[in-house]
């Protein structure tokens, strides 16, 4: 599926994770239940709550044209207690 692009790894986003919270970019025109119903779905877990946001553009400049990096929406998913998502594959 084509609506979640990948899983957000930074310092804050890996706090997150003790609150059972994984963080996720995704297509600019997915709603939030259509991402729950993905979520459910794929990891087969069920979703407590979603908060999303549109972080603001960057601007890119290639020599001498200033242009603007491409848009996503970022989203925050809480899952109910008992439930996680496995980001690394332990091998």
Request: glycine residues 4%; aromatic residues 10%; charged residues 30%.
């Amino acid at each position: 599926m084509d609506e979640i692009k990948y899983p957000v790894l930074t310092e804050k986003t890996i706090r997150l994770l003790e609150k059972n919270q994984y963080t996720f970019d995704v297509n600019k025109k997915s709603t939030k239940p259509q991402i729950k119903k993905w979520i459910e779905n794929f990891f087969n877990v069920k979703v407590k709550a979603i908060n999303s946001h549109i972080p603001p553009e960057k601007k890119k400049r290639i020599g001498p044209i200033i242009g603007h990096s491409v848009r996503y929406k970022r989203m925050i998913i809480t899952l109910k207690t008992g439930y996680s998502i496995p980001l690394f594959s332990n091998k």
